[in-house]
């Protein structure tokens, strides 16, 4: 089945710089990315996706980018706020598959300010 | 419009009992998928239904099962309880299968 690997665990940035997070799967068939957010005492909320056919997808100070061929894809935070703080997810999925969503371990993202 | 909503949200259970836990979709989405969140194995999918059937499931023990009603509200069930069933159960919604999911707040379940 799928294997997706994430890095940093723990991601310590300046407010107001950027922060990149890194995942690599395994899966060639995967072709849905989605990035989730997770603060204490709540569920992962979705803060951005991409499919496979797109390399690039922007919403305001979020970013991500995907490579197929390397099969990695990255989340780019500009302009870093405290609310930022939390901890982040990314995810895998080839969309109908067996297996849902799988996870990398996360990223505990900490502003300081 | 309204998010995913889980109950209980927490819920303290006793090694052999059985728990049915609750998860009401946003409107108008028909698709239902759980997962296990623990600080050791992260997120991890248990099953997703749609329109009532199971479309996927992970590698969970028979033990874990779930089903879905006519209006997309679903319940999951675990039975024999064991101390390792201790995690945050969430259920997430969306309008297709695998795409897109809203996560509900959880339902946090201790096994003692």
Known sequence: GENVEQHPSTLSVQEGDSAVIKCTYSDSASNYFPWYKQELGKGPQLIIDIRSNVGEKKDQRIAVTLNKTAKHFSLHITETQPEDSAVYFCAASTGGGADGLTFGKGTHLIIQP | ?112
């Open chain 2, 1 to 112: 419009k309204a998010g995913v909503t889980q109950t209980p949200r927490y819920l303290i259970k006793t090694r052999g009992q059985q728990v049915t836990l609750s998860c009401s979709p946003i409107s108008g989405h028909r698709s239902v998928s759980w997962y296990q969140q623990t600080p050791g194995q992260g997120l991890q999918f248990l099953f997703e239904y749609f329109s009532e059937t199971q479309r996927n499931k992970g590698n969970f023990p028979g033990r874990f099962s779930g089903r879905q009603f006519s209006n997309s509200r679903s319940e999951m069930n675990v039975s024999t309880l064991e101390l390792g069933d201790s995690a945050l159960y969430l259920c997430a919604s969306s309008v297709a299968v695998s795409y897109g999911y809203t996560f509900g707040s959880g339902t946090r379940l201790t096994v003692v």
